[in-house]
């Protein structure tokens, strides 16, 4: 039985090992992109894409299948796409485990959590209210699940958003590698 | 900017940039020494971050200096004028 934890403390370690390589990695891409202007503009890009998730639920119903399926592919790339290189350019504090932050970083993480979820709450009352007034309609479980889940993405996706709002531009000196003069 | 709520009245200041020009030492090298990341390290000498007292202990030993020397809530004198002004004496 001793054996068992040993293993997969190994395991989990050389795992960690492999995502701080990652991460490692991911810091040195994009380096025109690094600023907070260019993150802006990628939260505001990944909101449009959420807004169309959640207007793609919306008309559901009322339009035809293929406008759904037009705003909620829209959606999926508008949104989708910005998320990803956000993920890039926030760096461990989006996709790391708390054990690789530093104090920093935890302290931006808090926030950037606590905010996310603050708005996934409201967001998902927004969710019951839309449950409840389309309650008795035609498909209203399907309909109220594709809106449920346009809310969960929307929500998922503001710690990223906040992170990358918020964080000021890179500073070049950072990125001077260890052992060469400041 | 720190997230973290403090008085705009007690900042804490701190001589990073100079101690580190001083033995030649890169934001990634100090981070390395105290394990941190380089951007903590631009954002305490930028003073967008604060240190915690088991980072400012580490940075201390580092430089082997007493917490005062490399942290004050008062600005820091130069130092080539307080070099200055002690040989002076």
């Known amino acids: 039985m001793t054996a068992k934890p040993g293993r997969f403390a190994a395991y989990w370690e050389a795992q960690l090992g492999r995502i701080e390589q990652l991460e490692a990695k991911r810091a040195k891409k994009l380096p025109t992109w690094r600023t907070r202007k260019r993150r802006r503009q990628l939260v505001a890009l990944v909101m449009v894409g959420d807004l169309l998730l959640i207007a793609g639920a919306a008309v559901l119903r009322a339009q035809e299948q293929w406008v759904f399926a037009v705003l909620w592919f829209g959606g999926c790339v508008l949104g989708g796409v910005p998320h990803h290189l956000l993920r890039i350019l926030t760096g461990k504090m989006s996709s790391s485990f708390s054990r690789q932050l530093d104090e920093r970083e935890r302290e931006w993480r808090h926030r950037v959590t606590y905010v996310g979820y603050q708005t996934l709450a409201y967001l998902m009352i927004a969710g019951v209210i839309y449950l409840l007034v389309i309650a008795k309609q035609a498909d209203s479980a399907y309909r109220g699940a594709i809106m449920i889940t346009a809310l969960l993405i929307g929500g998922a996706t503001v710690p990223t958003g906040v992170l990358g709002w918020s964080l000021p531009d890179d500073d070049p000196e950072d990125f001077i590698a260890e052992g060469e003069a400041p | ?89």
Do not use: W
């Not at chain 2, 020009?21 to 000498?45: D, F, H, K, M, Y």
């Not at chain 2, 967008?48 to 020397?69: K, T």
């Open chain 2, 1 to 89: 900017m720190s997230p973290v709520r403090r008085g705009e009245e007690l900042p804490i200041h701190n001589r990073l940039p100079v101690l580190r020009a001083e033995r030649g030492l890169s934001r990634a090298a100090l981070a390395a020494a105290v394990e941190v990341n380089p951007q903590t390290i631009g954002a305490l000498e930028r003073g967008d971050h604060y240190p915690s007292l088991d980072l400012a202990f580490r940075i201390c030993a580092v430089f082997d200096l007493p917490v005062e020397a490399v942290f004050s809530r008062e600005p820091f004198t130069p130092l080539s004028t307080q070099v200055y002004r002690e040989g002076g004496k």
